[in-house]
C-alpha cells in the first residue's frame, strides 16, 4: 500500500523496484485523491506495465457512509463515487471500502443509536455496491474492531448483500480480542466471501501497522488457517513504517511461510 503523502509515481517506482507484484492505492489527501491521480494516469499505467505490476484500490478509511447527518453521508457518498470511477479508469478490480469507523462519530450518536448507525451503513454501502456493477469494479469491505462492527453484524451484512465481497484485514481482527482463535473464526466463518486480505502486526492493542513479525500475531498459524480455506487470492502487505525496507523484509517473510 502506498503512502498517501508521498507522490503516486514515486511509490509505484518504489514497489515496482521491490519486484511486488501490485500495489494497493489507496486513495487519499493529501497527494493520492482522484484528481491528482487522474492528472497522472498516463505514466501511472505506463510505469505499471513497465514493472509488470497491477493495481487495486482502497477508499479512505475516515469517509462516514452512516454519518448522522445526512447531507454530510451524502458528500461522503459523492466522494466515494469518485474513488470507484477512478478505480475504473485505471482499470482495477477491486474496490476496498472500511467498515464504518468508530471515530468522528458523535458518541451520543453512535452509543444510543448504534442500530440505526449500522442499518445506514448498509443501505449505503448496498447502494455503493449497486454502482460498482457498473463499472466491473468487486467492492469488499475490510473489518476493523467489534466497535465498528462484530463478525456478527459483518456474517449479516454479507447475507444480505449480493455482490459484496470481504478484505480480511489479520491486524484489525487481532486487536478486536488479541487472539488467534477470533482470527481464525473470522477466517472460518467468512471463508467463501473473502477476495483480499491486509496484513500488519501489532501487540493485541493498537492499529500499530507494524513489520510481520514485530508484533505477537502468529503468522504460521494464520497462513495456515487462509491456506486451509484454500485461498489464493491477492494479499496486501500494510506496513506503516518511514523505513520503507520493512515492507520489503516483511514481503520476504510472508514468502518464507507461504512456502
Known amino acids: 500500500m502506498n503512502n498517501p503523502a508521498l507522490p503516486v509515481v514515486n511509490e509505484i517506482k ?20 482522484p484528481n491528482q491521480i487522474v492528472k497522472d494516469k498516463n505514466e501511472i499505467v505506463n510505469l ?18 452512516a454519518h448522522p447527518y445526512k447531507s454530510v453521508s451524502k458528500a461522503f457518498m459523492r466522494e466515494f463515487l469518485k474513488v470507484l470511477e477512478l478505480t475504473y479508469i485505471l482499470n482495477a478490480s477491486k474496490l476496498t471500502v472500511h467498515v464504518e469507523p468508530v471515530e468522528g462519530i458523535p458518541s451520543i450518536y453512535y452509543n444510543a443509536l ?8 448498509r443501505e449505503n ?11 466491473g469494479v468487486t467492492i469488499c469491505l475490510e473489518n476493523l474492531d467489534d466497535k465498528s462492527m462484530t463478525l456478527k453484524e459483518l456474517k449479516e451484512i454479507f447475507e444480505d448483500i449480493d455482490g459484496l465481497w470481504f478484505t480480511l484485514d489479520a491486524g484489525h481482527a487481532y486487536i478486536s480480542r488479541g ?12 471463508k467463501q466471501k473473502v477476495k483480499h486480505i491486509h ?5 493485541g492493542r493498537e492499529d500499530l501497522h507494524l513489520p510481520i513479525g514485530a508484533g505477537r500475531i502468529e503468522w504460521n498459524r494464520f497462513f495456515k488457517s487462509i491456506s486451509k480455506i484454500g485461498y489464493s487470492n491477492t494479499l496486501t502487505l500494510e506496513i506503516h513504517s518511514i523505513d520503507r525496507d520493512y515492507i520489503r523484509i516483511s514481503r520476504d517473510k510472508v514468502l518464507k511461510l507461504l512456502s
Open 179 to 190: 487472539s488467534m482463535e477470533y482470527i481464525d473464526q473470522i477466517i472460518n466463518d467468512l
Open 114 to 121: 448504534r442500530w440505526r448507525m449500522i442499518r445506514k451503513f
Open 199 to 203: 496484513v500488519h502486526d501489532n501487540m
Open 14 to 33: 518504489l514497489f515496482g523496484e521491490m519486484k511486488l507484484d501490485f500495489i494497493e492505492l489507496t486513495v487519499e489527501y493529501p497527494k493520492a485523491t
Open 48 to 65: 505499471l506495465s513497465s514493472y509488470n505490476m497491477s493495481l487495486i484500490t482502497h477508499a479512505p478509511w475516515f469517509f462516514h457512509l
Open 125 to 135: 454501502i448496498a447502494e455503493l455496491v449497486k454502482n460498482s456493477m457498473k463499472y
